[in-house]
């Protein structure tokens, strides 16, 4: 009786009501494979501490706990997971009684998120899938879903999950993995299978299709033939995707340090010209390596940059890509009698606004490529003072990068951005030196009168436009 007494009284100095009693015998789930602990390789030491925090105590409140997604995939393969995804049968609500660091999020998922600091744990509750669940869930005429927060169980929550790599889960009472749809085959196998129909799957959320382009780079597993099929046939529904929800796609799948192949592996499944109708235009007509050089070459910075722990920008990336759309415009502009600068300022407006029709690009983001475009041609200037007031515009960094991008990629002289970066090192006696005038040689002969020549607006830029 003591014993019992003890045990209750573990709970009742918790400092919130417990939402439910403990349940002491363990449930075991229908239909799924149980792989215990001695054969799998997942240790609770790779685990976060708060992600086992929120596991214990959920387990503690009596409610069921399991590690799922990315976390229990990345520890599979020995990598260390970005982050750490946990599932329960409680409910949001009863998830933010019960930790006082919670804060709820989501419309479409209702999600608990647990706050240490800057790591965020996140809780979704168990859901439903089946046929009943896609009857209640809120679908568009192509398929779509728009909301689907029914509440299920964990043999329920299985079928809603992406790809059976996504879908094992990792259970804190007794440390063994839950398999429901062969997920342990597919990591032996290193296959990218979606859960049931392809392209069902695909039509319910096209955002899908990305997804498995993005695991089969990182992890460097295939796509399973069904998946592979399906991705053209529906690639087109990408464009119904909302548009702020794609700026979070795309950030994934060009900053987390796999850019070039992801860009190579969504191009060569007609994927990219969805995301980027204008640069994929531009790409087909790609002349001596340019646009494609300026665009591999942006991402592959990222990459680098990415592996070297260093920051990395959406902005810069999408200035970038969408370069060659925006000269391509000026260019046309120019040829119908519209002046250089008003040609290039209506082009920038005009592909940034159609750009963002596809993926939401935040303000402060389309007025740093534009202050990045805006600033090349004044490269050009390289005597007096211009040079020096250049340099302490709060962009020019990501300027001068971009220049330097540009003469990689044969868009700008490569003597002018190896003149920058010198201008950069050199002191000031140096940099007066380099900013000085030409003198004219002097000649016996007196100098000719040259006839009156209009000077381009953007010597910078129509290097490149000329060329
Ligand atoms: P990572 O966090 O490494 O990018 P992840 O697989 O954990 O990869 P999350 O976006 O964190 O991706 O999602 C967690 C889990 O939720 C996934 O593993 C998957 O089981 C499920 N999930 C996420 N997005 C979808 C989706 N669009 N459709 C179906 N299931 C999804
Ligand atoms: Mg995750």
Redesign the pocket.
Known sequence: MTAILNFFKNFLTLDDVPTRLPEIAQKIPVGATIIPRPEHCISRKQVSDNALKVLYRLRKEGFDAYL???????LLLGRE???F?VVTDAEPEQVARIFSNCRLIGKRFRLAHICYGRDIV?V?TFRKASDDAKQNARLTKEGRILQDNIYGSLEEDVW????T???LYYNIRDFSIVDFVGGMADHEACLIRLIGDASA?FR??P??ML?AV??AV?LGFKLHEDCEQAIPVNAHLLASVPAARLHDEMS?LFL?GYGVQTFEMLRQHGLFGVLFPAVEKSLSHEEAHFPKMMVINALKNSDNRIAENKPVTTYFLLAALLWEPMLHRAKEKIAKGTPDADAYHEAASEVLTQQVRRIAIPRHLTLAIREVWSLQPKFAARSGMKPNRLMTHPRFRAAYDFLVLRAQAGSAPAELAEWWTAYQSANETEQRKMTQPKQQPKSAKPKRKRPYRKKTKNPAIAIHSES
Do not use: H, L, M, Q
């Not at 799922?68 to 990345?74: I, K, N, T």
């Not at 809603?160 to 790809?163: A, N, V, Y």
């Open positions: 799922v997604g990315g976390g229990v995939r990345d997971p970005k982050d995804d996140e979704a809603r999950r992406d790809f790599i996504n879908a799957r319910e959320d955002v899908r997804r993005r695991f990182k994934k987390t």
